[in-house]
């Protein structure tokens, strides 16, 4: 591919995600807002990100937290107002940062008007902007969906004798983007947005957003068994991934596009969990696009062997049509931390692959200082996923645990005890004591966004995989002049170098340079 030196700031830059709820309180309730997300703003700029995603932070009953929205143009009063949120948006823009918004398209809270209406009975005008169907014969739900979060994926209504489409909680009732209404008024709370100036959204489980005509039933997937979450018990052909939802992707974008007369683009990520092939379809064609990145989740869902990972970013690549940028996410407010998964040791390395790979990096907050496994008491479990299926490892509390900023009562987080419980090493493993270590996670993520910066190799460069030792994974970035190449040791112990050079980083410092260290990642120059 010929190289490019015209790569906008979605492509060069790196992005990470704020959870509202969790980052910082500034009103005393224990649970994060606006005005504490605007007072930490200068850790995301020292960080050296360029764009923050925010999960929702619309009005909601928060059974979703969030995520089940109740008015997609305000605030919800326990993060703010419409003015916090301005003088976010504005705080952001002065230290250079974009700011994404969470759109959630597929479906409401039930309490939001639009449902309230609907619900009213079969004559409501707002009926057709949600999923009703009559009963099967024998009276049960209509076909054999399968909610994400368990159960069956209809809720019957006595009011009216139907039953309602709910991808995710009974709470969350699925609108009809088939209706010409709900389209025109979901776009109209896209502008409502970008005309006060957001750079984007996170589009929250985009390819579930149309379902097949006729409702059939979803095939049964060969590989469930009993512990894995009940949703994957069927393969879900006809609820998700239709064409229908691709023309609507195209025609977000074009929305998106026609906010980028000043050349800074307005950046759609679709949240797209399907196989290589059917996710690279959302980045649409060169004259119809898309979505500019459609969340690549798979650091998260593949083991952490160098091996499957080769095999994996190989893949990955082979799959993108040509016009199509890559990303990567390491972490969400949805999956096990990384350091959870893999260790601390491990878990630097996986800061230097997320941070080296070709493609825009989503970093979580919280990743940044390495925290760990949390465990949540079971009487502190807040996650309505985890509620409904205890017991199989899906609770996403875990990696919703406040920020800890300090040594200050509830880590500076708060005044009172927060939502969730703080993760059990905050006393050292704060921001404040990070800033104070040269050799902790956090200098190691600030050493590494600030390569990012200074080495267009590393950012928008070329890559490929190069051969190495069992257990180590390596590969060359090169833009222009500049060649940069990283090996990374995924094993507990030392292994040949696989090429020489002078050491620009490792992520156990003072490199010898001769071998790389058990769980040791380093970026070189090369000698030769
Ligand atoms: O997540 C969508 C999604 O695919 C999740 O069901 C995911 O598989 C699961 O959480 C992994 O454990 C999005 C949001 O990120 C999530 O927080 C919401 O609950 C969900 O949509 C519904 O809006």
């Not at 224990?30 to 200068?42: W, Y």
């Not at 076909?143 to 006595?158: K, Q, R, T, V």
């Not at 990696?399 to 005044?415: I, K, L, N, V, Y």
């Not at 833009?479 to 040949?496: F, I, M, S, W, Y």
């Amino acid at each position: 591919m010929t190289e490019r030196n015209d790569h906008p700031w979605w492509e060069r830059g790196t992005v990470y995600q704020i959870y509202p709820r969790s980052f910082q309180d500034s009103d005393g309730d224990g649970v994060g807002d606006l005005a504490g997300i605007e007072r930490r703003l200068d850790h995301v700029a020292a960080l050296g990100v360029d764009a923050i995603w925010l999960s929702p932070i619309f009005p909601s009953p928060m059974a979703d937290f969030g995520y089940d929205v109740a008015d997609y143009c305000d605030v919800d009063p326990l993060f703010g107002d419409l003015a916090s949120f301005d003088r976010v948006l504005a705080a952001a823009h002065e230290r250079g940062l974009k700011l994404l918004l969470d759109f959630v398209p597929n479906h409401t809270s039930d309490r939001h008007p639009w449902f309230v209406d609907s619900r009213t009975g079969r004559d409501s005008t707002k009926r057709d902007w949600y999923i009703w169907r009559d009963p099967a014969p024998d009276g049960g739900p209509p076909n054999n969906w399968i909610s994400d979060f368990g159960g069956s994926a209809w809720e019957y209504d006595p009011v009216s004798g139907q039953y309602y489409l709910h991808a995710f909680l009974a709470s969350q009732p699925d609108l009809n983007w088939r209706n010409p209404a709900v389209k025109a008024a979901m776009f109209d709370a896209m502008r409502f947005w970008l005309d006060r100036g957001v750079d984007g959204f996170r589009i929250d489980v985009l390819w579930h957003i149309v379902k097949a005509e006729g409702f059939p039933d979803n095939p049964p997937n060969p590989y469930w068994r009993p512990g894995i979450t009940e949703r994957d018990r069927l393969i879900q052909r006809h609820s998700t991934d239709q064409p229908e939802a691709h023309a609507i992707a195209a025609e977000m974008r074009a929305l998106a596009d026609s906010y980028g007369a000043d050349g800074q683009a307005r950046v759609l990520i679709g949240e797209i969990f399907l196989p290589n092939d059917a996710h690279a379809r959302w980045y649409g064609t060169l004259d119809r696009p898309q979505v500019h990145l459609p969340f690549n989740f798979q650091l998260i869902e593949n083991a952490w062997d160098a091996a499957t990972l080769r095999t994996m970013i190989a893949a990955y690549e082979a799959s993108l049509p040509p016009y199509g940028w890559p990303n990567w996410v390491i972490g969400s407010h949805d999956a096990a931390r990384i350091a959870a998964r893999v260790g601390e040791p491990q878990a630097r390395v996986a800061a230097m692959l997320l941070l080296t790979l070709r493609g825009t990096p989503t970093l979580y907050q919280g990743d940044e200082l390495g925290i760990g496994k949390v465990d949540i008491p079971a009487d502190r479990v807040r996650d309505p996923q985890e509620l409904r299926q205890p017991g199989i490892g899906i609770g996403r509390d875990r990696s919703r645990t406040p920020m800890p900023w300090d040594g200050a009562p509830f880590a500076g987080f708060s005044t009172v005890e927060p939502w969730l419980p703080l993760n059990p090493d905050w006393h050292t493993r704060n921001v404040a004591a990070q800033e104070r270590d040269p050799a902790s996670m956090l200098a190691l993520y600030r050493h590494l966004l600030a390569l990012r910066r200074t080495h267009p190799a590393l950012s928008v460069g070329g890559m490929h995989l190069l051969d190495a030792a069992d257990g180590v994974l390596a590969y060359e970035r090169r833009h222009g002049d500049e060649v940069l190449r990283v090996a990374l040791n995924l094993t507990q112990d030392a292994k040949p170098l696989p090429f020489a050079g002078t050491v620009v980083l490792s992520t156990l410092g003072g490199a010898t340079s001769d071998t790389l260290r058990a769980n040791e990642g380093m970026i070189f120059r090369p000698t030769s």
